[in-house]
């Protein structure tokens, strides 16, 4: 249940605009609130989202870490890790 | 009585506004929208009732529903921050909304009720272009198009004529227009993206024979076609089909006016005029 957490994390980024700000100042910090699995925390601090991916996270949402450019990411440093999850 | 005046399928690329802000109604994007703008505006709609998936938004993985429609004078949107696009307050009809919804309840479809709400580019976007003072009110049937397990296409054709049947049967004299908006193939931030880029069309096929079915007014064999599986095959976000089918149920069989596919993105323009 906690991949509920990290939908949320993406999600916040789109309609929390102090919670995106933090993410892109400091992500470590701005993901104390959310009871993240430690997996699922290093992927996040990593921009790991094939890993994410693979554990169920919804894509659409993940966007946004792409979008809002925190952890490291961008759209084609995003694209490139997730392509490599096509089957 | 209401009356059905026209049926329109159209997509909701969410930087439409602001790419044909900057290359002009005359340029190809531009000129799509005003296809459908002109058949839109001859058939002089009073209001619309929209077909559309929120893209979570609206709603969230805490509390998805299956369908649901918005039950209010007026709602907020695009809360998604479309470029170029203030949050604007979108009129609505509580009462034929109201009246939708119970119908479309007592009908068989276990449809949530919306209240107080905002929407997304998906509903914004085809308002943009079609009602850009949004001078229309819209009713907005949310259908889930996009997190799996999908409703059956089947049940999204009955539920759109369940709607329309209630439209129907709407005692106050109005002249209503109806959307479906989505694509056939669209991949969203998954791992069938282009290189570079944040979609991908991984199924072009799929969207040949979509309009195709479509345009020659084949529409149970569309019905039929139009699984969980093969729309997701079409990519993550494949499911707003479901949108078009529902829209569909309005259409009574007839081939549309036009429709335009763009291979490209995956979705297309089309039209159908209702004679009253």
């Known amino acids: 249940m906690t991949l509920l957490a990290v939908n949320r994390v993406c999600h916040a980024l789109m ?6 700000a933090r993410m892109q100042a400091d992500p470590r910090a701005a993901l104390q609130a ?4 430690d997996a699922e925390r290093a992927a996040i601090l990593a921009g790991d989202v094939a890993t994410l991916y693979r554990l169920g996270a919804n894509a659409f949402l993940m966007g946004y870490l792409a979008r809002f450019e925190v952890c490291g990411l961008t759209v084609p440093i995003y694209g490139e890790r997730i392509r490599r999850c096509a089957p | ?12 690329t969410p930087i439409f506004p602001f790419k044909v802000a900057e290359e002009g109604a005359s340029s190809p994007t531009g000129a799509l929208f005003a296809r459908v703008r002109a058949a839109f505006d001859a058939a002089r709609p009073e209001a619309i009732v929209i077909f559309d998936t929120d893209h979570l938004n609206t709603f969230f993985l805490d509390n998805l529903p299956v369908f649901a429609l918005g039950v209010d004078e007026s709602f907020t949107g695009p809360v998604d921050e479309v470029r170029g696009v203030p949050v604007k307050t979108i009129p609505s009809h509580a009462g034929l909304a109201t009246h939708l919804r119970r119908a479309a309840v007592h009908g068989g479809y276990d449809v949530a009720l919306v209240q107080d709400f905002a929407v997304d580019h998906s509903v914004y ?27 059956p296409a089947r049940r999204c054709f009955d539920l759109g004529m369940a709607v329309r049947r209630a439209i129907e049967s709407y005692p106050q004299p109005l002249r209503v227009a109806v959307i479906g908006t989505g694509s056939f193939s669209l991949e969203i931030y998954g791992p069938r993206v282009s290189p570079g880029r944040p979609d991908g069309v991984p199924d072009p096929g799929w969207v040949d024979e979509v309009s195709d079915h479509i345009a020659n007014a084949r529409i149970d064999a569309l019905v039929a076609a139009a699984t969980e599986q093969r729309m997701l095959h079409a990519g993550n976000v494949g499911g707003e089909l479901l949108n078009w089918i529902a829209m569909l149920a309005f259409v009574d069989g007839r081939k549309p006016d036009f429709i335009d596919k763009q291979m490209e993105n995956g979705h297309a323009y089309a039209a159908w005029s209702i004679p009253s």
């Open chain 1, 34 to 37: 959310y009871p993240l699995s």
């Open chain 1, 15 to 20: 309609h929390d605009k102090d919670f995106r």
């Open chain 2, 125 to 151: 976007v085809p308002l943009h272009f079609m009602t850009p003072e949004l001078s229309l009110p819209v009713v907005p049937v949310f259908i889930n198009g996009h997190v799996p397990p999908l409703p």
């Open chain 2, 1 to 12: 009585m209401a009356s059905i005046v026209g049926a329109y399928g159209l997509p909701h």
